[in-house]
T-cell receptor
Framework: GAVVSQHPSRVICKSGTSVKIECRSL??????MFWYRQFPKQSLMLMAT?????????EQGVEKDKFLINHASLTLSTLTVTSAHPEDSSFYIC???????????FGPGTRLTVL | AQSVTQLGSHVSVSEGALVLLRCNYS??????LFWYVQYPNQGLQLLLK??????LVKGINGFEAEFKKSETSFHLTKPSAHMSDAAEYFC??????????????FGRGTSLIVHP
């Protein structure tokens, strides 16, 4: 149980385009979902926390207009990188939390490359 | 406030040797402690976690960790390393945050290198 999926696993896009990444909890309803960014050889950096039906809470220094988060249901959250630039290239990981557990369950990650 | 320090960005061992990855934490509340493993281009996989109860926690793949409150440590060990253990390991600490979420704070990670 407690499986989280992400789609796509890899995406390459041109500078200036927008990219949407989906995060789904497959076998449970997630009360809260989280988005992380990971640079090569570095740890995970929390970008934002989202609850279903509410606006996301962004961490300090994360541009909310650039990284749009939508949490439309208890099993789906999306991260849209708007007007992507090469410096947005990174590994994006989502996670989900449910009231039944005291931990987060992580997705497999999405590798974004902006040319 | 909480933080995690992982001593050593790289640890190199021979196959069959003891694995010891160090983690020290600070937390203003009783901590929940985690070890995750990450293989290249993959997400995080939970190895083990401590919440309450027994301080020696056994996880998957033969790993275990001991919560030592007096030392604020949660070191990860494995008696005999396998080549397949080569990966990045992250220690994390969390506690109940506002709204009830458990948002972990991650260490910088330790890359485990296993030599044949």
């Amino acid at each position: 149980g407690a499986v989280v999926s992400q789609h796509p696993s890899r995406v390459i896009c041109k500078s200036g385009t927008s990219v949407k990444i989906e995060c789904r909890s497959l076998d449970f309803q997630a009360t809260t979902m989280f988005w992380y960014r990971q640079f090569p050889k570095q740890s995970l950096m929390l970008m934002a926390t989202s609850n279903e039906g509410s606006k996301a809470t962004y961490e300090q220094g994360v541009e909310k207009d650039k990284f749009l988060i939508n949490h439309a249901s208890l099993t789906l959250s999306t991260l849209t990188v708007t007007s992507a630039h090469p410096e947005d290239s990174s590994f994006y990981i989502c996670s989900a939390e449910t009231n039944s557990y005291n931990e987060q369950f992580f997705g497999p990650g999405t590798r974004l490359t902006v040319l | 406030a909480q933080s995690v320090t992982q001593l050593g960005s790289h640890v190199s061992v021979s196959e069959g040797a003891l694995v010891l990855l160090r983690c020290n934490y600070s937390s203003s509340v009783p901590p929940y402690l985690f070890w995750y493993v990450q293989y290249p281009n993959q997400g995080l996989q939970l190895l083990l976690k401590y919440t309450t109860g027994a301080t020696l926690v056994k996880g998957i793949n033969g790993f275990e960790a001991e919560f030592k409150k007096s030392e604020t440590s949660f070191h990860l060990t494995k008696p005999s390393a396998h080549m397949s253990d080569a990966a990045e390991y992250f220690c994390a600490v969390s506690g109940p945050a506002s709204g009830g979420s458990y948002i972990p704070t991650f260490g910088r990670g330790t890359s485990l290198i296993v030599h044949p």
